[in-house]
Nanobody, 119 residues
Framework: QVQLVESGGGLVQAGGSLRLSCAAS???????????MGWYRQAPGKQRELVAI???????NYADSVKGRFTISKDNGKNTAYLQMNSLKPEDTAVYYC??????????WGQGTQVTVSS
């Protein structure tokens, strides 16, 4: 199986920055089948939503609410994805979940990391 370990969450003031990391570990054959990694978030009382996703080829997709502020990247050699979050807003407060996709089975999920932006 594959484990996704997230780090980098925390408390920051509005306008500040945070960088999230997500490292995939475990079965190397399963890891090799991952073709995209991304971040989702879930605020209290709201549904989980896509924040950003990046394919192994480097193609990216962002939620409209974070375009121009967040940047996702992936180091294929380290099986690690990063989310650089700048100009953070209180409405970015949520639990952020790392996600890894395979074309042949269900997604892998991390345990979640809290991001809190104070006004």
């Amino acid at each position: 199986q594959v484990q996704l370990v997230e780090s980098g969450g925390g408390l920051v003031q509005a306008g500040g920055s945070l960088r999230l990391s997500c490292a995939a570990s475990g079965n190397i054959f399963s890891i090799a089948r991952i073709n995209a990694m991304g971040w989702y978030r879930q605020a209290p009382g709201k549904q989980r939503e896509l924040v950003a996703i990046v394919t192994n080829g480097g193609s990216t997709n962002y939620a409209d609410s974070v375009k121009g502020r967040f940047t996702i990247s992936k180091d294929n050699g380290k099986n690690t994805a990063y989310l650089q979050m700048n100009s953070l807003k209180p409405e970015d407060t949520a639990v952020y979940y790392c996600n890894a996709k395979r074309p042949d089975t269900s997604d892998y999920w991390g345990q979640g990391t809290q991001v809190t932006v104070s006004s």
